[in-house]
C-alpha cells in the first residue's frame, strides 16, 4: 500500500514539474499571441499575470497588418511561401533523384561523388555566402527569385536522408521489375518512390521548415520590396518606428503559421526529420 | 527516355541491344548531373572562390579593380581588435550555450519520457520555440528585455528584485541572448534525446531497481552510457550551430553594446555587405570555416575516447 501511494506521489510530483516548466517556456508565446489581439494602449499597460488576459480582444492589429496598404505583409508572405515551395518541390526531384543514382544505379565514379557530397555537409553555409553572392550576381539574379531558390535545389544532407532510406529498399523488388523490362527510370518512379513516402515526406518537411526561417540570405538578395520575404520583411517592420506593437505581434504570430499546421498535419516526419539525423548521425 | 538512349548510343536502334546494366550506368550519371552540377556552381566552386577571394584586394564596388595582394588581409585581420572581440565573444557565446542547452535538453527529455499523462502536453510545450523562427524569436524577446516595460523585468520587479538593463548594458547584453537561444532551442535537441532514451531497453531499469540504485544512481550509470552516442552528436551539432551566432545580435543589439555582442559571421556580414569588402570577408569566413573545421575535429576526437 505504502509503495503504491508513494509511486502515485511520484508520478503527481513529475506531471506538475512538466505541466509548470512547460507553462514557463511557452508563457513567452502565449505572451505574443495574446499582445496580437489586444489594443495598443493595453500591450505595456498590462503588467505581469494580467498581461496575459486577452482583455478587448479583436483582429483589429490582423486586418492592419493584412490589408494596411502601406504594409506588405501579405506579399512577404507570399514571397517566403513561392520561394520555399520551389525549393522543396525542386529539391525533394533533384536530390532524391541523385541519391537513387549513387545508391542503386553505381556508375563509374559513384563512391567518390558519394564521398565529396558527405564532405561537403561540414561547409557551413555563412563561410561562402560571399563569394556565393559573387556568383549569383555574376548570373543577374539579385533580386530575382531565382536567387532565393536556385542556390539551395540541391542539399548535401537531404541526399544523404535519401541515400539512408533508399538503402533500405531490397534489391530484389528492383530486379522483379527489371525482369518485366522496366528501365531504371521506371524502377524509380513505380517501385522505389512508392515505397519511400516517408523519407520523401521527412526531407520535404526539413527543406521547407529550414528555408521558412532563413534570414541572412535573403537579407543580402532580396532587398527589393518586391520579392522580399516574410523573415527579413518582420525586421523591417520591427525597426520602422512607425508601427505598432500590435501589429507586430500580429505579423510575428502569422510569420509562426506555417510551420505550426505543418507541425501539427505531419509531427511524425517533422520528428523523424530531426531524429533520423540525430540517432543514425 | 527512348530518345535519351538513342542518343547515347548514336541513333542506331539501341534499345534492344542496351542491357540493363548499360542504362543504369547511363541513367545513374544522367539522374546524379542535375544535383552536381548545381553543387559545384553554388557550394563547390564559392568555397573554392572564398579562398582565391581571402588573397585579394577586392570591393564589391570596384570589381575591376581587383588584384592579388598575398597574404594581407590575414595580416589586417590578425591586427585588428574587432576580429578577436568577436572571436571572443563567438567563443563566450558557444562554451556557455552548448552545456547549458544540451542539459536542459536532456533534462527535459528525460521528464517528458516518464510514463505520465501530461508528458505528450510536455512534448509540445518544451518543443513550441523551436517551430518559432529565430527572427520571430529575436524580435519577441527584444520586447520581453525591455528595461521599463518589458514582461521579464516585471516579473523581476514582482519578486522584488529591481529591473535590469538586459540587452542595453555591455555586461547582460550576450547573457541575455545565451538564455533566449537555450530557450528557443533545448527543444530540437530534447526530440534527438528522446529517441535514445527510448532505445534504453527497459531491462537495464528493471535490474538497476533490483540492485536498489536510487534515480540519479540510474540516471548516472544506466540513461548516460546508453546515450553515449546521442550526446556525441547533440554535442556536435550545438556546438556547430553555436559558432554561427548571427541573428540574434543582428536583430536584437546591432552588436552592441560597445561591441559586446558581435560575432564572427556578424563581422563578416558587416564587411562584405555593409562595407562590400569582399577580400576581408573572405579572410574572415576562411577563418571562420577553420575555427568550425578544427573545432569539430578537436570535439570528434575527444568524443571518441
Partial sequence: ?281 | MEWLLNRIQGGKAVRLSLTYGQQKKWLGFLFSVPALVLLFTFLILPVGLAFVYSFMEYNMLNPQGKTFTGLSNYARLFQDAIFFTALKNTLYFSVLVVPLQCAVALGLAILVNKKVKTAVIGRVFFFSPVVTSMVVVAILWTFLYNVDSGLINSALNFFGIPSQPFLLSEGQAMNSIIFMSVWQGAGFQMMIFLAGLKDVPETLYEAADIDGANAWQKFWNVTLPSLKNVTGFVLMITTIQAFRLFIQPYVMTNGGPSDSTKTLVFILYENGFQFRDVGYSSAIAVVFFLVVLSVSLILKKVLNQ
Fill in chain 1, 1 to 281: 500500500m505504502n509503495r503504491i501511494w508513494k509511486k502515485r506521489m511520484n508520478k503527481l510530483g513529475v506531471s506538475l514539474v512538466i505541466v509548470l516548466l512547460g507553462l514557463l517556456f511557452i508563457s513567452p508565446l502565449l505572451w505574443m499571441i495574446v499582445a496580437s489581439l489586444k489594443p495598443e494602449t493595453l500591450i505595456f499597460k498590462d503588467m505581469g499575470l494580467e498581461s496575459f488576459l486577452p482583455k478587448q480582444a479583436n483582429f483589429d492589429n490582423y486586418l492592419a497588418i493584412l490589408f494596411t496598404d502601406s504594409v506588405n505583409f501579405l506579399k512577404y508572405m507570399w514571397n517566403s511561401l513561392f520561394s520555399v515551395g520551389m525549393i522543396v518541390i525542386l529539391g525533394t526531384v533533384v536530390n532524391s533523384l541523385c541519391a537513387y543514382a549513387l545508391v542503386k544505379l553505381k556508375f563509374p565514379g559513384s563512391g567518390f561523388i558519394l564521398v565529396v557530397i558527405i564532405a561537403l555537409y561540414v561547409v557551413p553555409f555563412e563561410s561562402v555566402l560571399i563569394p556565393l553572392y559573387v556568383v549569383v550576381n555574376s548570373f543577374g539574379w539579385i533580386n530575382e527569385f531565382p536567387s532565393l531558390i536556385v542556390p539551395f535545389i540541391a542539399e548535401a544532407f537531404s541526399i544523404f536522408l535519401f541515400i539512408q532510406f533508399f538503402k533500405g529498399i531490397p534489391n530484389e523488388l528492383e530486379e522483379a521489375a527489371q525482369i518485366d523490362g522496366a528501365n531504371p527510370f521506371q524502377v524509380f518512379w513505380k517501385i522505389v518512390v512508392p515505397n519511400s513516402k516517408p523519407v520523401f515526406a521527412t526531407a520535404a518537411i526539413l527543406s521547407f521548415v529550414t528555408h521558412w526561417s532563413d534570414f541572412m540570405w535573403p537579407l543580402i538578395v532580396a532587398t527589393d520590396e518586391s520579392i522580399r520575404t516574410v523573415q527579413v520583411g518582420i525586421q523591417y517592420l520591427f525597426t520602422d518606428n512607425n508601427i505598432e506593437y500590435g501589429q507586430i505581434m500580429a505579423a510575428l504570430t502569422l510569420t509562426t503559421i506555417p510551420v505550426v499546421l505543418i507541425f501539427i498535419f505531419f509531427q511524425r516526419y517533422y520528428v523523424q526529420g530531426i531524429t533520423s539525423s540525430g540517432v543514425k548521425g
